[in-house]
Each structure stands twice: as structure tokens, then as C-alpha cells.
């Protein structure tokens, strides 16, 4: 007949609770950080959307009004996108064959707690586009383009408004997607000077350095004259003809 020891499993249950407590608590501080940095996220959609227009609208990308119907039906889709459960997400966007275990994991994890954020702002009668940022878009923005880009191909007659409005889906995504975009920066317009004086002055370091190069490059064809013409026997003094060299 054995017993157990009383103390032995006290302690043994003592040990591993900890552990498991701790692992829970170290898992529920990750998820809390993950949800803060995503309400944190500035700026938010609508105020991104608002750049974007602004830049297209000065590069000349097409008329105010077009552009501005092309923003607002951006925004309405992207409010309105119905979410699909993770499990469902999941199965339509497996895992690449690139991507390692631990970021297949986050992507996943990124998923429900958006899709949980946002169904906690819907129903509290919020906007997504107002209470979030670049990592909302992200994640729902290439589904909600192929579906729009589908829609174009079977209803939008007009091949170029067809490639207009194909343009301006695929450059949102190109800023979504570049760490380099001003139109996800807080202070666009700040950025947006910031860019062009530094371009302003690059310009004008390049056309310094294109006026030294110009320069040696005379001075070396001046130089090469004059050499030119003393191997031929030719003298200033005799000429009376001066060639100087350009210093």
C-alpha cells in the first residue's frame, strides 16, 4: 500500500500554477499592448483619405468631383465591409509559403482582435474609418479591391474611367503599403514641405555639382588647346596672340 505525499502534490501544484498564471498574464499584457497600439494609430482613415485627396487633387489625377466620389466610395466600403469570422478568414487566406509559424500567428492574432473592435464600434453606432488607422486598412483593404476591381470589369463600360478608378484603388494600397508615405503622417501638410525642401535643395546640390563638372571639364579642354598648340610650334609671343588658361 502506498500514499501520497500531501505536501509533495501541494507542492507541485504550487509550481506549475504560477507558471500557467503567469504565461495567461504575459499573454492578456500582449493583447492589451496590441489593442492600444491599434486605437493609438494615427492618423485615422478619414484623415488619410482627406490626404490622399489632396495629393492626387494636386498632382492633377482627375476633376474634384470625380476625386471626390471616388474617396467617399472608398470610405463607404470600407465601412461597410462585412467581416468575415477568423475561422472563415483563415481558410480564404492560408498561410504563405514565406511566411514563418510565429508571423502566420500574428497575422491571425491582428485578425480577431480587429474583427472584434470593429464589431464592438459597430454596434456601439461608431465609424471604423474615424476610430482606426493604417493597420485596419491593411488587413481588409486587398479583399475589399479585388472585389471592387471584379466589379468594374463586369459593369464599368468606359475602359478609362474603368483604369482611373483602377488607378486610384492600387495607389491607396501602394501608400498603405510604403513605410515612405506622407499620407499616413499626422502633419501632412508639415511632411509635404518637409519633402519639398529637401528636394529643392538636392536639386540645387545637383545642379552645383553639374556646374563644377562643366567647369573642370572646360578648363580641360582649354588646357588641352594650349598644349595642343605649343606641340605645334605655336607661340603666344610670336603670334602676339595671348591664351590664357581659365583659373
Not at 489632396?54 to 470600407?78: H, I, N, P, V, Y
Not at 498603405?176 to 508639415?190: A, I, Q, R, Y
Request: net charge negative.
Amino acid at each position: 500500500l502506498t500514499t501520497e505525499n500531501p505536501a509533495s502534490s501541494h507542492s507541485v501544484n504550487d509550481t506549475m500554477e504560477p507558471d500557467a498564471n503567469s504565461q495567461e498574464s504575459k499573454a492578456d499584457q500582449q493583447l492589451d499592448a496590441q489593442i492600444q497600439s491599434i486605437m493609438d494609430e494615427q492618423p485615422k482613415l478619414t484623415v488619410a483619405m482627406k490626404n490622399y485627396f489632396s495629393k492626387l487633387l494636386a498632382e492633377g489625377f482627375c476633376e474634384a468631383t470625380e476625386l471626390q466620389a471616388l474617396s467617399r466610395d472608398m470610405l463607404r466600403r470600407l465601412n461597410g465591409w462585412q467581416w468575415l469570422t477568423p475561422p472563415q478568414w483563415g481558410l480564404l487566406h492560408p498561410q504563405g509559403e514565406t511566411q514563418t509559424a510565429l508571423e502566420r500567428i500574428e497575422q491571425i492574432t491582428t485578425y480577431k482582435v480587429l474583427h472584434k473592435m470593429r464589431e464592438m464600434a459597430v454596434r456601439n453606432n461608431g465609424k471604423p474609418s474615424q476610430l482606426f488607422g493604417r493597420t485596419y486598412v491593411r488587413v481588409i483593404l486587398p479583399d475589399i479591391k479585388l472585389q471592387r476591381i471584379q466589379e468594374l470589369e463586369e459593369s464599368e463600360k468606359d475602359e478609362t474611367r474603368r483604369a482611373l478608378i483602377k488607378q486610384f484603388w492600387d495607389g491607396f494600397w501602394d501608400e498603405v503599403s510604403s513605410p515612405e508615405s506622407l499620407v499616413w503622417v499626422e502633419d501632412f501638410m508639415g511632411a509635404l514641405r518637409e519633402r519639398h525642401n529637401k528636394r529643392a535643395l538636392e536639386a540645387q546640390e545637383r545642379a552645383q555639382k553639374q556646374e563644377v563638372q562643366e567647369t573642370d571639364s572646360l578648363r580641360s579642354v582649354m588646357s588641352e588647346l594650349v598644349d595642343g598648340a605649343r606641340r605645334d610650334g605655336y607661340s603666344p609671343a610670336n603670334s602676339g596672340t595671348r591664351i590664357e588658361t581659365i583659373e
